[in-house]
Nanobody, 128 residues
Framework: QVQLVESGGGLVQGGGPLRLSCAASGRTFSTYAMCWFRQAPGKEREFVAG????????LYADSVKGRFTISRDNAKDTVYLQMNSLKPEDTAVYSC?????????????????????WGQGTQVSISS
């Protein structure tokens, strides 16, 4: 069982930065691929970024590539999402998710139904 708790959301002016954190429980954090999804009001949940268990492989949605950076600290059982150059369209509830990485694969997926555990989400609001 893995519990995920996000933090770091808030209201930020457009163009500014924000860093989200997702703290995980459990002793096998490094065996889980982690990702961030977001869901804006009236829209479907969308993949934002994913990272392999070792942190050596990452994937980003085209909409955030070059502005967001996903990283992890396995010693702290935490994954981060550094968001720069924020835009009003980045406004959403951001959730982290964990997926047990199949042996030999990077483990992350852009499909939410592939993930085993989810956090409760944190609101990110960007003003124009």
């Amino acid at each position: 069982q893995v519990q995920l708790v996000e933090s770091g959301g808030g209201l930020v002016q457009g163009g500014g930065p924000l860093r989200l954190s997702c703290a995980a429980s459990g002793r096998t954090f490094s065996t889980y691929a982690m990702c961030w999804f977001r869901q804006a009001p009236g829209k479907e949940r969308e993949f934002v970024a994913g990272i392999s268990g070792s942190g050596g492989s990452t994937l980003y949605a085209d909409s955030v590539k070059g502005r967001f950076t996903i990283s992890r600290d396995n010693a702290k059982d935490t994954v981060y999402l550094q968001m720069n150059s924020l835009k009003p369209e980045d406004t959403a509830v951001y959730s982290c998710a964990a997926r047990k990485a199949p042996r030999g694969s990077v483990g992350y997926s852009t499909r939410g139904n592939q993930y085993d555990y989810w956090g409760q989400g944190t609101q990110v609001s960007i003003s124009s």
